[in-house]
């Protein structure tokens, strides 16, 4: 097994897959009708370059995009750099998505009982000058099938 690989999935690419997964049955049961790999057009000038995002709508009225995010803090209760510059990653693609959709960060909640956080609420706290204002944060508790707005 790899150093990186997470304990409890066959690879980081398969617990992806089953979080987005999670994210849909949790959209759909909300009454929110969602497709997997939604493509919307980005970009910061005049010129656009499609983007798929994990989850969207791209109907009118009904227009949103989700990116879905399953990191954990390390194992020794570290803070996971290399995946929170995908988190940044992610806020530049809402910040260059087109105006009119509902843009969801969706992040499993993984609290560090060391730094007395959830990952997502230490994002927030480290990075909040990169999150667009229109992007909405929830912070999804599997196990309880719940959700927090961070």
């Not at 617990?15 to 929110?32: H, N, P, T, V, W």
């Not at 910061?44 to 995002?53: L, P, Y």
Request: glycine share 8%; charged share 25%; net charge positive.
């Amino acid at each position: 097994m790899n150093n990186f690989q997470r304990v409890d999935s066959i690879s980081n690419a398969h617990a992806g897959r089953e979080f987005e997964d999670s994210a849909y049955k949790y959209f759909q049961g909300l009454g929110i009708p969602v497709s997997k790999a939604v493509s919307v057009p980005c970009g910061v000038s005049d010129f656009k370059k499609q983007h798929v995002f994990d989850l969207g709508n791209t109907q009118e009225g009904s227009k949103v995009i989700i990116e879905c995010k399953s990191h954990r803090w390390t194992s020794g209760g570290n803070v996971p750099s290399a995946k929170l510059t995908v988190w940044n990653e992610a806020m530049y693609y809402f910040m260059a998505a087109p105006e009119g959709y509902r843009k969801v960060f969706f992040v499993l909640r993984d609290y560090c009982g060391k730094r007395g956080l959830t990952l997502a609420e230490y994002y927030v706290d480290k990075y909040k000058h990169l999150i667009p204002k229109d992007v909405e944060i929830w912070e999804y508790n599997q196990p309880n099938d719940t959700v927090k707005v961070i």
